[in-house]
């Protein structure tokens, strides 16, 4: 029987691993053919602290994989297809291999929605991106649209007003899905457009590797015209990655892990949840490192209370 095994290795579960490896508790990271999370399709990160000059995500996710194996982490670089909390010792599969398991971190992350238009996908990195906190800085003093009507959408899009010249809003309605005090918020804010029931055809310019521009179209007329701007932050939303979990664990009203308050412990004892898998809220590697370092903590705590 595995002390701990952590399943996904973003920044949430690298930290685990490195916690619990460095508490003599022999980990097992079985982290997923995406391994490395959402931080390996993003360029230059300059918000990760200690990390003055910018670090790009995969580079990022190499160091703190490195730092996981420098203390014995053992990876398996599969998928998890299968797992059974119900009995303890927990059980999890690769396909027909189980692993029994004293403990369990779950930190499989969120992806990002996206348009699925094949110009949005090949400008990402290059003018496209799903996080402002992340490369909002990238278009300071810029014109920018966001795409979506959600309180991701106004969260990012006020956050992108006060570094971005102008932030246009583009959505498919003609009434915003964000909460109230949002749409306010929203609405005071000068520098901000709105062009409603409108849906991205298109964004341009694939060719030179760079926005200039997001044809949009009038879901009522048809018309189409072009927005002219540097940057597209799409903020359609973002799924947790829970579909092994369903009905095992509990999930809040938007499908994230329930974790008790202030802790990452699920609904079943000595399994933990930690990074965005958990978290809609604050999405940064920073906040999901902090809570992989939660979970083997309260994993060592868990199981030393239970005399393993
Ligand atoms: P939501 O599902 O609430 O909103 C998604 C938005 O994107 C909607 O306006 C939707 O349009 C639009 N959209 C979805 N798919 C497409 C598509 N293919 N093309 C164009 N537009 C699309 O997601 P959020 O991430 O905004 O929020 C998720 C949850 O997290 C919510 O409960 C929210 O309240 C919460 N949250 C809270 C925050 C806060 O309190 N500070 C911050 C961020 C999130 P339509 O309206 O037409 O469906």
Not at 25 to 45: F, K, R
Not at 106 to 127: D, F, K, M, N, V
Not at 184 to 190: C, I, K, Y
Not at 243 to 254: H, I, P, Q, T
């Amino acid at each position: 029987m595995r002390k701990i095994v952590i399943i996904g290795a973003g920044p949430a579960g690298l930290t685990a691993a490195i916690y619990a490896a460095r508490a003599n508790m022999a980990p097992l990271c079985i982290e997923g053919v995406a391994a490395g999370g959402q931080l390996m399709t993003t360029s230059d990160i300059e918000n990760y602290p200690g990390f003055p000059r910018p670090v790009t995500g995969p580079e990022l996710m190499q160091l703190f994989r490195d730092q996981a194996s420098r203390f014995g982490t053992e990876f398996i670089t599969d998928d998890v297809t299968r797992v059974d909390f119900t009995h303890w010792p927990f059980k999890v599969w690769i396909e027909d291999r189980s692993i029994d398991a004293a403990t369990i971190v779950i930190s499989t992350g969120a992806s990002a929605r996206w348009l699925g238009i094949e110009s949005e996908q090949a400008l990402r990195s290059h003018g496209v991106s799903a996080c402002a906190t992340c490369d909002g800085f990238f278009f300071r003093g810029q014109d920018v649209a966001v795409v979506g009507g959600g309180d991701t959408a106004m969260e990012e899009a006020l956050y992108l007003s006060k570094l971005c010249s102008t932030v246009t809003v583009i959505h498919r309605r003609d009434k915003l899905r964000a909460s109230k005090i949002m749409q306010e918020r929203a609405a005071g804010t000068p520098n901000m457009k709105f062009v409603w029931n409108s849906k991205v055809l298109q964004v341009e310019d694939v060719d030179q590797k760079t926005v200039t521009g997001v044809v949009v179209e009038d879901v009522a007329t048809g018309e189409k015209k072009t927005v002219a701007v540097q940057g597209l932050f799409v903020a359609i939303g973002h799924e947790p990655n829970t579909a092994l979990f369903r009905g095992l664990l509990e999930v809040d009203e938007n499908g994230y892990l329930r974790t008790k308050p202030g802790t990452t412990q699920t609904s079943i004892a000595g399994v933990f949840a930690c990074g965005d898998v958990q978290d809609h809220a604050y999405r940064q590697a920073v906040t999901a490192a902090g809570t992989g370092c939660m979970a083997a903590l309260e994993a060592e705590r868990w199981l030393g209370a239970k005399g393993v």
